[in-house]
């Protein structure tokens, strides 16, 4: 597997489960994001790990939960979802924060019920 | 909160036809940048442009850094079938940090 892969690749979930996005990029970077994509709006940034700290909480709800276990995976925790969250997560990372490294999933289709 | 422009918003072109869309900011922004994103995957990086008037191309594609630092420009020449895809610009106003700003999008449908 090269680059960032994500699992799975579409999720329909009820509003009272519990689930988790994966993230994993075998690209060595040593920075990783979690973008929300919603119709016709643009990325949203949710958060940012550099060396597995957590440096961006961009105002996300608490019922979304990262984790960074290292600097090859990285979680997005769901839990007690609202409809309005179903959108396509996209995980991207980079080498430090420069543009031209960064490179984004295929992205977890949501759908909240 | 900030916003990006882009226009147009979506675009039917025949092939073979060049295509030029632009993305505009009330803010001057550092760093452009231009993605494509095909159905069911993330976008990929296509231009990155770091100076105010830098012209940079990748094969077909083109794109401008604006003198004024408030917008940029894609240009496709000759188009193909397989430009078909949404086209994202991204601003970042300070250099070396994760913050950047997306558009909403272009949408490009090329008709054989």
């Known amino acids: 597997e090269t680059g960032v892969t994500q699992t799975p690749r579409h999720l329909v979930m009820g509003m009272t489960n519990k689930k988790s996005l994966k993230c994993e990029q075998h690209?060595?970077?040593?920075?990783m994001y979690w973008y929300k994509q919603s119709a016709k709006k643009p990325l949203e940034l949710m958060f940012v790990?550099?060396?597995?700290?957590?440096?961006e909480n961009n105002s996300v709800p608490s019922r979304f939960s990262p984790e960074c276990p290292n600097s090859s995976h990285l979680f997005l925790h769901l839990h007690t979802l609202q409809p309005e969250d179903s959108a396509l997560y996209l995980c991207?990372?980079?080498?430090?924060?420069?543009?031209?490294?960064?490179?984004f999933g295929p992205g977890t289709r949501l759908t909240v019920l | 909160g900030q916003q990006l422009n882009q226009s147009p918003q979506s675009m039917f072109i025949q092939e073979g036809e060049d295509v030029s869309m632009n993305c505009t900011s009330s803010?001057?922004?550092?760093?452009w940048l231009w993605y494509k994103q095909d159905p069911g995957e993330g976008p990929v990086l296509l231009i990155a442009?770091?100076?105010?008037?830098e012209l940079t191309s990748n094969g077909r594609l083109t794109a401008q850094f604006g003198i004024t630092r408030k917008d940029s420009f894609l240009n496709i020449s000759a188009s193909i079938p397989s430009d078909v895809g949404i086209y994202f610009c991204?601003?970042?106003?300070?250099?070396?940090?994760?913050?950047?700003?997306f558009g909403t999008g272009t949408r490009l449908k090329v008709l054989a």
């Open positions: 991207a990372s980079s080498q430090d924060y420069l543009p031209d490294t960064q490179y």
């Open positions: 690209l060595g970077h040593n920075a």
């Open positions: 991204a601003g970042q106003k300070t250099s070396g940090t994760y913050k950047y700003i």
């Open positions: 790990y550099s060396l597995e700290e957590r440096v």
């Open positions: 442009l770091y100076k105010a008037g």
């Open positions: 803010s001057i922004f550092n760093t």
